[in-house]
């Protein structure tokens, strides 16, 4: 089967720098996305590694190790904006009749950020 | 530009009553997907359609049912709800085969 892990709870100050650690489980995987939701509100894509290595947009940064099956966010910078939920999800290749574009969420992890 | 557009925002349904959840798009996007989410539980997919004229069960597809009335629209029924339904549900669409899914507002379903 599937499985991903992440924290379900982080908090941290304005202005600083927090790191949200997701590891999986999968039979056929095919990359890894984030996604960030605020609360009442809709997922909202923030960024996909699909290959091992940093990939940054602007204060926003993600990592992924496929021999550690591992992954992470990075958020530099915080601004209160930023509390919200963050999933990690991975697309399995072979879930779901193989289809792609499916993915398998993580059960996120809360951020707060204070003052 | 509306992106993914979702009816009705919020309803409350006995049990054994049935619903149909509208999702529309406007992205010619190829693939729509229907996803709940519980607290704590993250988001789990409910059915998929990869292209118009296919739909295929995710995650967790019983209880439900879905047509892909053209390359549009994806609505999502509920022929006879339970209280276990009671849940936010989200559509979503995307390019065929890509990582980047673009979700509407959801439906906040509970029932009674």
């Known amino acids: 089967g599937q499985s991903l892990e992440q924290p379900s709870e982080v908090t941290a100050v304005e202005g600083a720098i927090v790191q949200i650690n997701c590891t999986y489980q999968?039979?056929?995987?095919?990359?890894l996305s984030w996604y960030q939701q605020h609360d009442g509100g809709a997922p909202t894509f923030l960024s996909y590694n699909g290959l091992d290595g940093l990939e940054e947009t602007g204060r926003f940064s993600s990592f992924l190790s496929r021999s550690d099956s591992y992954g992470y966010l990075l958020l530099q910078e915080l601004q209160m904006k930023d509390s919200a939920s963050y999933f990690c999800?991975?697309?399995?290749?072979?879930?779901?009749?193989?289809?792609?574009?499916?993915?398998?969420f993580g059960k996120g992890t809360k951020l707060s950020v204070k003052p | 530009n509306a992106g993914v557009t979702q009816t009705p925002k919020f309803q409350v349904l006995k049990t054994g009553q049935s619903m149909t959840l509208q999702c529309a798009q406007d992205m010619n996007h190829n693939s729509m997907y229907w996803y709940r989410q519980d607290p704590g539980m993250g988001l789990r997919l409910i059915y998929y359609?990869?292209?118009?004229?296919?739909?295929d069960k995710g995650e967790v597809p019983n209880g439900y049912n879905v047509s892909r009335l053209n390359k549009r629209e994806f609505s999502l029924r509920l022929e006879s709800a339970a209280p276990s339904q009671t849940s936010v549900y989200f559509c979503?669409?995307?390019?065929?085969?890509?990582?980047?899914?673009?979700f509407g507002p959801g439906t906040r379903l509970t029932v009674t």
């Open positions: 999968t039979s056929g995987f095919y990359g």
């Open positions: 359609s990869a292209s118009e004229g296919t739909t």
């Open positions: 999800a991975v697309r399995d290749r072979l879930n779901y009749g193989g289809s792609q574009g499916n993915l398998i």
């Open positions: 979503a669409s995307s390019r065929q085969g890509h990582y980047e899914q673009y």
